[in-house]
Structures are given as structure tokens and as C-alpha cells.
DNA sequence: ATTTATTTTTAGATTAATCTAAAAATAAAT
DNA sequence: ATTTATTTTTAGATTAATCTAAAAATAAAT
């Protein structure tokens, strides 16, 4: 069993996690301490401290890396994160953009029947309002691809996760097409001349988008 | 304002209300430090540091008071804690003997936002599992009226809170007819001869309790 | 009214988490 | 291959929350 660990440990633990997976696999002391929003000496003292603990890896100048331990801990804070935003989103009407701070809080409550009824509650989601996958209790998650609408194959169907631009126009057409952060996008064509792509916004009439649009609108595949 | 406080801060301020609304006005550094699980100089040292922020009154010797803007502050933490019981018992499932360690936790998260649509998805509870009254978002809470189903009023409605009395037979007595902490009690009659009441457990058939059970089961009423 | 017991406070330490400033090590540039 | 720049680590301090042991104040007992 793994000894209780203050939320700050937590932290530290979900940031190695999400930086080791974005491409480097050591996490140098420098990104990690801003990652956090403090000093690298506070970084580093808390990475000695996360070694002794056996949860990381870590050689002098070398960075750091997660052990297993380690990476079980952060999956399962990263799985409570999640569910907590569903349970925001679908039951307390909160909108998509608004969940993040509340689940950084909810994410260290402890204790694992409280994760297990949520999760049974809110129906075994697989993926958050974000469009990111739910690691299941064992840490195992479903890999998501993530593309935009302008590449992506005729027929996929996709959750809204992003907008590459926050061009106000643009945001403001979106708006008024229906189509907003967590909207299931079902692709039904493009048009190889202009690049348009005709979409079907949470299973509504088909409607087009230009080539601009498609190319900065990026969504999640999911399963059909 | 109040600037951001500590969790335990919030616990100490929670402590002081509880313990001088049982009677005394003034909270003793003692039963402070008893009640927090801790030794009377980390109480005292608490007390000085809630003095300065204007939280609470203290003089040396004379114990601790709540002042109003700390008043506020525990009636918040306690609305809290209550709305999220009523949350775990009555959507996750929980057992009313189970929710207490969790919703020390969960009445920790900082977000008025979360607590106004918790409270709406709950459909606005004025009372939480255990019996008690929620305070509101001024805090203010209706009067909680408890007492013995040997003496309250027929047709009173109330709701379990305890067995004064932890006698084995009675306890399993209880257990077999259906009664359990947070049970809907409804008293329907009750014989002057041997003051045996006539009792529905939550909506149930009408069912007998000697005067010995009646006296031992404490309620709080409810409105009807 | 003293003595005795209890309660409260103070003094001095400890641990987690943080900081700034300086030193040491590594990486990049000429 | 040195010099320069960057990154990382160390040293020493600070604050919140805690502790033990001793001193001081108050309350209770004779």
C-alpha cells in the first residue's frame, strides 16, 4: 500500500505523469517547477523527497521519471479528476470550461468506495467532458487520437476539444452553427475542391463547414 | 472578504462552533484541543493565530469565541458538509454511518458555484441524513427539535438520529423491525396504559414498540 | 488562607512546503 | 578547447501546524 501522500506530492505526481507523456521521458527540474508555478529548488527538493518514497526515478541532473507506484498514483488521480468533471457537466449543468479548477480540488478526496459508486453513477463514463479517456481502476486507459475535422476520414465521429484559434468570428460562427466544446461531430463528407466538409453536430441536420473551419476545429475520435 | 483559510483553520473554526453551541459560550482551550485530537499548545497556538484574523475572540485564560465573520465561516463548512451527505446517501448510495469521513473532506472544496448547484440538484434539503438541519447560504437553519418517540406528539414525523442505549438485544430488536439510524418514523398512536407507541417506519405498516424501545429511540422532528 | 490540583500558556523543536541567492554541473557557442 | 549560457543543486530562511516539557495562572480543596 502506498502511504498516505499530501495533495502538493499528488500534484507533483499528476505533473511528472502529463509531461513524461508529452514525447521526453525524464522530466528535467525546470519544466516541472514551472508545470507547477514555483521555484526549480522547490521542485527539486520535492523530487528528492518523491524518490526517497520510492514513486520516482531520479539521478542528480538526470530529471525524473515515474516508477510504477508512482504512475499508479497519478492514474488514479487523473481517473478522479475526470469522473468528478462528468459528475460537474452532466448532473450539476456546469459548463465545459468551468469544471477544471473544482475537479483539481475533488481529485484528492480520499477514499475508493466513493470513486467506485461516482463512477457507477454517472454510468462507467470512458471519457470526460474534454474529450479525454477515464483510466479504468487498474490505470488502463482507451488511447484516444485526436485530429481535426479537416483530416480526419469521411463517416469518424468525434467530441469537440478544441479550437485552434481564438479568432472572435470565428468563435461567434461556431456559436451560432451549435457547435461548441463537447459537441459529437459525425463527419459525412468533404469536398475535395475546397476542402468543405458537411458535418452532422449531436446527430442534427447535416450542416457545411469551410476548409478554415475544419482545419481549426479539433476533436477526439471515439468509438462508434 | 475572507482571505482563503487553511483546512485546518476551517476545522478548528468548525470545532469552536459545535462546542459552544453545546451549552458553553466560551470554548476552553482543553476541550478545544480534546475535540481536535490534539495537545492544548497547538490549540492555544491556533486560538492566537484565529484571534488575529478576527475570526474568533480570546483573551489569555477566558477561552475562545466565535466572532461573526467566524461564525460565518463554520455555518458555511457545516452547510457544506451536510449537502454532501445528503449528496452520498441519497445518489451514491452510502449508508448513513459511512458518509461522515468523506464529507469531512468534501466540506473543504472552495467553490460557492459548486454548493448553489449541488444544493439545487438535491432539490434544496433543509435537513441532511443524520437529521440535522442544512443552514442556508446565510446561514441560518430552522430549529431542530429532538426527543424521545416516547414523547412526542401523535402524528409527529421524525427521523432517527439515536438509540439511547447500546443494550444488544435492543439493537438487534431494532434491526428486525427496520429501524436504523436516519429510519422515517411516523408515531400514529400511543396507549396510556403501557405507553407502547404505534409507529410507521419509513411509510411502512403500522408496527408496535414497547414504552422501554420508545424511550431509548431519540428523533428529530421533521415538518410535516 | 494556604496548599494542591488543574488548566492554560510559553519556550523551544520538528516536519512539510516553500522561497532567494549562490554554487556547481552540464550544455551550447565560438 | 575554452568561454559563456543555461540548468540544476545546495545552503540557509520562512511559515503553518504540530509536538514535549516546563512555567504561570486559575480553580478547587482543606
Redesign the pocket.
Known amino acids: 500500500m502506498i502511504s498516505e501522500l499530501?495533495?502538493?506530492?499528488e500534484n507533483y505526481l499528476k505533473a511528472i505523469y502529463h509531461l513524461s507523456s508529452e514525447g521526453t521521458d525524464s522530466v528535467?527540474?525546470?519544466?516541472l517547477a514551472d508545470s507547477m508555478s514555483?521555484?526549480?529548488?522547490?521542485a527539486?527538493?520535492?523530487?528528492?523527497?518523491l524518490a526517497t518514497k520510492k514513486l520516482i526515478g531520479y539521478q542528480?541532473?538526470?530529471?525524473a521519471t515515474l516508477l510504477s507506484r508512482g504512475k499508479k498514483v497519478a492514474l488514479s488521480i487523473i481517473r478522479k479528476h475526470r469522473l468528478w468533471e462528468v459528475f460537474l457537466v452532466e448532473k450539476l449543468g456546469f459548463k465545459w470550461d468551468e469544471v477544471h479548477e473544482i475537479a483539481e480540488q475533488l481529485e484528492h478526496i480520499k477514499s475508493p468506495n466513493l470513486i467506485k459508486r461516482l463512477d457507477k453513477f454517472l454510468g462507467f463514463p470512458t471519457i470526460d467532458p474534454h474529450g479525454d479517456p477515464i483510466p479504468n481502476e487498474d490505470g488502463v486507459m482507451k488511447e484516444t487520437i485526436r485530429a481535426s475535422v479537416s483530416e480526419v476520414h469521411i463517416g469518424a465521429i468525434g467530441i469537440v476539444v478544441a479550437v485552434n484559434n481564438d479568432d472572435t468570428l470565428l468563435l461567434q460562427h461556431l456559436d451560432s452553427m451549435g457547435i461548441k466544446l463537447g459537441s459529437r461531430i459525425h463527419i459525412l463528407n468533404r469536398m475535395d475542391f475546397d476542402g468543405s466538409v458537411s458535418i452532422a453536430i449531436d446527430d442534427g441536420q447535416p450542416q457545411f463547414v469551410s476548409n478554415t473551419v475544419a482545419e481549426n476545429l479539433m476533436i477526439t475520435l471515439i468509438e462508434k
Chains 1, 2 share one sequence.
Do not use: H, L
Not at 28 to 31: A, I, L, P, Y
Not at 60 to 63: A, L
Open positions: 499530501s495533495f502538493t506530492e528535467n527540474t525546470n519544466s514555483t521555484t526549480p529548488a522547490s527539486n527538493d520535492m523530487v528528492k523527497r542528480k541532473y538526470k530529471g
